[in-house]
């Protein structure tokens, strides 16, 4: 009876190691075709967009992370996600991210959140903005950075989603794993045409005389315009946590470092260096618009807040041209 118990019982623990055995295979599968299927969805995305997935998976039973990352109008795009072992629940925490650079290596700052989320100070709602379901403490600013190419994209991508600008570079981000191809592919290129915020306009003035766009240039996209021996460098910098635009002359001797505003009829606050500017060259102070003019120690830059025309970037390069050399009778340059 005794040998009779031992083999009931055996046969009772396999059966329930077996039991066990063949759930945890079944979960095993199971998690493994939920994160196949997702993984495929963006491998598919990865070849629409010209890009590549990269894999990271640990294990069977382990989040599986997803990186996207492709190249779309010069900007290079990421996109993570992590995908669990089985379909989560709402409000597990899961999400999806896509974020770029500024192409121009600065850009505007601004935050959009879904309606109500994060409600003003005062209790109020902001100003109905398209897309509609969003928010922004400073509308303002995130109609700067919204182009309609961008308004349309945007207004495409699921209702949830949080979009920042920290002046350096553009984050969309929104609940869930993502599994649609299409929602995918325009999350990137939405942040691919936030992040070229100015690239356009800065590109266009190389339709200046001597002028040739350089979107891989080793300091940033730039444009650089050649006049004679000199050349004169168009791109955009980070002043104060926003984008200002720059024509900058590199020199030949040290310049005394020097910042002068120069308002729209050409006057000037603050005290130029005798020699700076030849003064046969001085009147296209009056058609740079407003601006500033600094001398750096090896170079001389002229900045504005806003873009500039293609007359008033002209302007600038015809009035730093001639800095480069300098000539024997201009002070700072003998």
Known sequence: MVGLEWIVISL????????????????????????DEIEARWREAAERLGGRLDVDASGALAPRRLHLVATLEDVEVSARATVPATAPGPGLGSYTEA????????????????????????GEQSLPEPPAHLESVDPDALG???????????????????????GARVRLRWDGTERRVDVL?????????????????????????????EPRDARGPRVRVRRGQAEVSLRVRRVDGAAATFAI?????????????????????????????DPSFAHHLGRVGRAVLRGEGDAVALGWRAPPTELQAEAAVTLLAPISKGSGAQGAFR
């Open 144 to 166: 700067v950075a919204l182009s309609p190419q961008a308004r349309a994209l945007l207004d495409g991508m699921p209702h949830g989603v949080d979009l920042e600008g920290d």
């Open 185 to 213: 592919e325009r999350a990137m290129r939405l942040v691919a045409t936030l992040a070229r915020h100015g690239a356009d306009h800065l590109r266009d003035l190389a339709r200046l005389d001597g002028a040739r766009w």
């Open 12 to 35: 009772a623990v396999g059966a329930l190691l077996g039991g066990t055995a063949l759930a945890g295979l079944s979960q095993k599968a199971k998690a493994t075709t939920w994160q």
């Open 99 to 122: 974020r770029a650079r500024y192409l121009l290596g600065a850009g505007p700052t601004f935050e959009a959140h879904p309606r109500g989320r994060h409600p003003h100070e005062d």
């Open 249 to 277: 002359v590199e020199t030949r001797h040290a310049v005394p470092r020097f910042q002068v505003e120069i308002a729209a009829d050409g006057s000037l606050d603050g005290e130029l260096p005798e020699g700076v500017v």
